[in-house]
C-alpha cells in the first residue's frame, strides 16, 4: 500500500479477532488499525475490563489460549481460589496474568489517561504492531432486552451463558460518545485506504461501533471499498450468540439476514459481503440489497486460514 | 466483663496487631472492638488498598506471613510478575492472595457499600470474631511532609522506604471525616468499659484516630481507663519509622517522648502509659504528665508474649 494507507478493520472480540490477526500477518506494521467494540467494557471487582480489545491484544501477540477461547495461554488461577475463598463473586472468571492487564488499565485510567493511552501501552508491553483503538474513550454500554427483563452485557454473555432470549439491544452512552479520536484523525487526513467488518456479531459488536455518532456515515462518504465478511456459516454462527440472536430477533439464521441488517441499518455503506462458499446459493439474494458478493472459505481455523482470508478480503478491496 | 460491655483498642498496622491479638485471645468475641487507622489507605492500580485493617484481618485470623511481616502466608506472586512484564508499577508488593482482599474491597466499595460494611464482610470471610473497625467510612490520607516535599504515605513508606527526613505529618479530608458509626453507637450505648492505644506508630498510625473530629475528647470524657502501651522501647522502635521521624522532629528518641505527645496533644485522655522494663528509669519523667506509669515486658514475639501483655494491660484497666 502506498505510504500512510491503512485498512481500517471493526472488530467485536474471537470471531473478529481471527480476521485481525490475518490483516496483521499480510499488512506492514502501519498499514492497519483496530477499531474495537467496548460497549462490552464492564466494571468487576473495581477494575475496568475491555473484554473485547484484550481479545485482540492477546490473539495478536500470540497470548491467547488456544484451548479455551478467551483468556490467556499458560494462565494461573491464584487469585480467583482466593476469591473463592472470600466468597467473592467469581461468574467473570479472572486468570491471574490477565488481572495484570485489568490492573494496569483501572490505574492508568484512574490517573486520568484516556482509553486510547492506555490500549497502546499495553500494546507497546505486549509487543503489537498493528493499532489497536477502542472505539471511543467514552463509556458506552450494551444492555440486552431479553424475555427475563434488561441484562447488562456481561450478565447476559457470560453470567447468564446467553439464554435468555433476546428481543433487542440498546447502547447506553452512545448519543454522547465520541468516535476513538486517533481514528477520527486518521480519516480527517484521508489515510484509510479500506475499511473492513470483521465476522463479528453484528448486533453486539458491530453495531456498537458503527452506531457512534456519525461514525457510518463518515465512513460511507469516504468512497473506499467497504467489506464486510458474515459471521454466519451455513447457517450456524462460528463463535457466540450471533445465530441463536438471530432466530430470536425472528430473521432467517444465514448470512443473508446479516446483509439485510446491514444494508437497512447502514444504506450504502458495505460495498462488498463475504460469505462462505456453503452460503453460495444466497449470493444472488444479497447481491439484490445493492453490495457485490464475494465467496470464498471463511472458515479460520490455522493461521493460513486467517491469512488467506485476510489476503482475499485485501483483493476485493483492490490492496 | 459483664455482657456489652467491651474493650476499645485503637491501632495502626504491625506494632498494634500484635497486641490486638493479645487482646482477641483474652478476650470473648464480643468484649473487643478494633478500630483502625485508615489515613495509610490509598488507590493503587484502580484498587482500594487498606493496609493496616488488611494487616489486622490477617493477623488475627492467622493468616499473616511470619517471615516478611506484612502480607499472607503462602503467598503467590503471579499476577506481580506479569505486572512486571507488562512494565507496569510494582514498588507495592501485590500478592495474589493479598489481591483477592483488594479486589473484594474495591468492588463493594464501588457498588456503594461502606468501609465498615466491607471489613465486616472480608472479617467473615476470615472467621474473625472481633469487630474491625475502620476508624471512618470517609476518605482521609495522610501527608508527610519531608526534607524533599510532601509525600503520600505510601510513597514515603514503601516507596521511598521512609528515607526522607519528616518535618510533620497531615491528614488530608479529617475535617470533613466522621468517626466510624458502629463506634458511636457503642460510644453512646456505654459499651466500651476500657480503651488501649496500641503500641502503634503515634503520629500516622494512632494521630489520625484520634484527631478525628470529637472522637479524643468523646473517649477523654467516657470515664473510663485509657491505657496507652509505648511503641518505643529501649530508645529504638520495634516495627517501623517511629524512632527516626521522632529524631527528625527533635524530640528525644524514647518511650517518654511518646508520652509527652500524647499529653500535649490529647490533655488528660491516657490514663496509664505503658513502659517497657528497659525504659524503667523513664517513668519518674512520664508520671510528671499526669499519667500512671506501669512497667512491664512489652516485646511480643510469642504468641503467649501478646497475651501477656494484653493481661497486662486489661488488669491495668481493672478487667
Chains 1, 2 share one sequence.
Not at 146 to 174: K, W
Amino acid at each position: 500500500m502506498a505510504g500512510g494507507a491503512r485498512v481500517l478493520a471493526l472488530t467485536g472480540g474471537v470471531g473478529g479477532a481471527k480476521l485481525a490477526l490475518g490483516l496483521a500477518r499480510e499488512l506492514g506494521p502501519r498499514e492497519l488499525s483496530l477499531l474495537v467494540n467496548t460497549a462490552d467494557d464492564f466494571k468487576h471487582l473495581g477494575l475496568h475490563i475491555s473484554p473485547d480489545i484484550d481479545t485482540l491484544l492477546y490473539t495478536l501477540s500470540g497470548r491467547s489460549s488456544r484451548e479455551r477461547g478467551w483468556g490467556l495461554e499458560g494462565e494461573t488461577w491464584q487469585v480467583r481460589e482466593a476469591l473463592e475463598n472470600l466468597g467473592a463473586e467469581t461468574w467473570f472468571q479472572l486468570g491471574d496474568r490477565d488481572l495484570a492487564t485489568h490492573l494496569l488499565r483501572s490505574g492508568r485510567l484512574a490517573a486520568g489517561d484516556s482509553l486510547t493511552a492506555v490500549t497502546r501501552l499495553l500494546g507497546r508491553a505486549m509487543g503489537l504492531e498493528p493499532e489497536v483503538l477502542p472505539m471511543s474513550d467514552d463509556p458506552v454500554s450494551t444492555v440486552v432486552h431479553t424475555a427475563e427483563g434488561d441484562l447488562p452485557f456481561q450478565h447476559y454473555f457470560v453470567r447468564r451463558a446467553c439464554e435468555p432470549a433476546v428481543s433487542g439491544f440498546s447502547f447506553e452512552g452512545i448519543e454522547g460518545a465520541a468516535p476513538n479520536p486517533a481514528l477520527l484523525e486518521r480519516l480527517a487526513a484521508g489515510e484509510i485506504a479500506a475499511v473492513v467488518i470483521c465476522p463479528s456479531n453484528p448486533f453486539v459488536s458491530v453495531d456498537p461501533v458503527l452506531q457512534l455518532p456519525g461514525l457510518w456515515q463518515r465512513i460511507a462518504q469516504l468512497s473506499v471499498p467497504v467489506i464486510a465478511v458474515s459471521p454466519i456459516v451455513g447457517g450456524r454462527a462460528i463463535k457466540g450468540p450471533a445465530a441463536k440472536m438471530l432466530a430470536e430477533l425472528g430473521m432467517p439464521v444465514d448470512a443473508g439476514a446479516v446483509a439485510r441488517h446491514y444494508a437497512a441499518r447502514y444504506p450504502g455503506l458495505v460495498d462488498t459481503f463475504v460469505i462462505d462458499s456453503a452460503d453460495a446459493a444466497l449470493a444472488d439474494s444479497i447481491a439484490e440489497l445493492g453490495m457485490a458478493v464475494a465467496v470464498t472459505g471463511t472458515l479460520m481455523e490455522s493461521l493460513d486460514d486467517k491469512r488467506r482470508l485476510a489476503r482475499f478480503v485485501l483483493a476485493r478491496a483492490g490492496l
